[in-house]
C-alpha cells in the first residue's frame, strides 16, 4: 500500500503481479467460457463513464471523427445500456435531425457515415463484410 495525498492509500503492484490477475481473470472467464480463447483485440477500445448531461455523445463524436479523418479507422462500434438510450444515440447519428452529431463536419456532410443498427444490421452488406472479416 502507498500514502497519497490527503491519506488516500492505492494499492501498487508490480508488472508480474498485474499480470497474474490477469491470468487468474482469464482462467476464471474460460472456466465460464471455454470458447474464449482470447482478450485482446486490434482495435482502439474506449469507454465513456461519465455523469448524466455532459456531453459523452459529443465526446464520442469528436473521438469518432478524430479516429476517421487523422487516422483512417472507418468502422466503429457503439454499445448502449438500454433501449431508451439505443434509441437516441440512434437518433442523433441520424443525419437531418436536431442533434445530428457530425453537424457542421465537412466531410460527413459530403457522404454521410452509414449506420447500421440492430434493425438493419441484415439489410446493410457492407456490415456483415466488415463483421465477417473481422471474425475470420
Avoid at 494499492?11 to 471455454?34: D, L
Amino acid at each position: 500500500m502507498q500514502e497519497g495525498p490527503r491519506g488516500i492509500t492505492s494499492q501498487v503492484s508490480s508488472p508480474s503481479e498485474r499480470a497474474g490477475r490477469r491470468a487468474r481473470r482469464r482462467g476464471v472467464i474460460r472456466s465460464e467460457f471455454p470458447s474464449v480463447e482470447d482478450f485482446e483485440h486490434a482495435f482502439p477500445s474506449l469507454c465513456f463513464a461519465l455523469a448524466t448531461g455532459v456531453g459523452k455523445t459529443r465526446l464520442m463524436e469528436a473521438f469518432i471523427t478524430h479516429l476517421h479523418l487523422e487516422h483512417n479507422i472507418r468502422h466503429f462500434f457503439v454499445l448502449a445500456p438500454n433501449l431508451t438510450i439505443y434509441n437516441k444515440l440512434v437518433a442523433d447519428f441520424m443525419p437531418n435531425t436536431s442533434k445530428y452529431v457530425f453537424q457542421g463536419i465537412a466531410e460527413f456532410a459530403v457522404k454521410a457515415p452509414t449506420l447500421v443498427t440492430g434493425e438493419n444490421f441484415e439489410q446493410k452488406p457492407q456490415a456483415r463484410t466488415c463483421l465477417n472479416a473481422t471474425t475470420s
